[in-house]
Nanobody, 112 residues
């Protein structure tokens, strides 16, 4: 059974940083592309970033480009999302994704 477990969320002031982690189990890791989505209250789920299985090709939504960085450690079966210069509009539940598999999410709240 595939399990994706996110961590690293929390409360941060505008301009601050957080690093999210997603640990995968029950699945191979290195052959897949991995993504981070987010869902804010009352809004649709949004693709934030994706990293391909070549470990170098990445995608970022326009709203986070230049501020967020996705990376992966195949040996640890972990995908990361480094979030810098966080803004209030980044407040959301952040979810790890591989295909049809989702984690439970980790809440990021940006507030002064």
């Amino acid at each position: 059974q595939v399990q994706l477990v996110e961590s690293g969320g929390g409360l941060v002031q505008p301009g601050g940083s957080l690093r999210l982690s997603c640990v995968a189990s029950g699945t191979s890791f290195n052959v897949y592309n991995w993504s981070w989505y987010r869902q804010a209250p009352g809004k649709q789920r949004e693709l934030v970033a994706r990293i391909w299985n070549d470990e170098t090709t990445t995608y970022y939504s326009d709203s986070v480009k230049g501020r967020f960085a996705i990376s992966r450690d195949n040996a640890k079966k972990t995908v990361y999302l480094q979030m810098n210069n966080l803004q209030t509009e980044d407040t959301a539940v952040y979810l790890c994704n591989r295909g049809t598999d989702w984690g439970q999410g980790t809440l990021v709240t940006v507030s002064s």
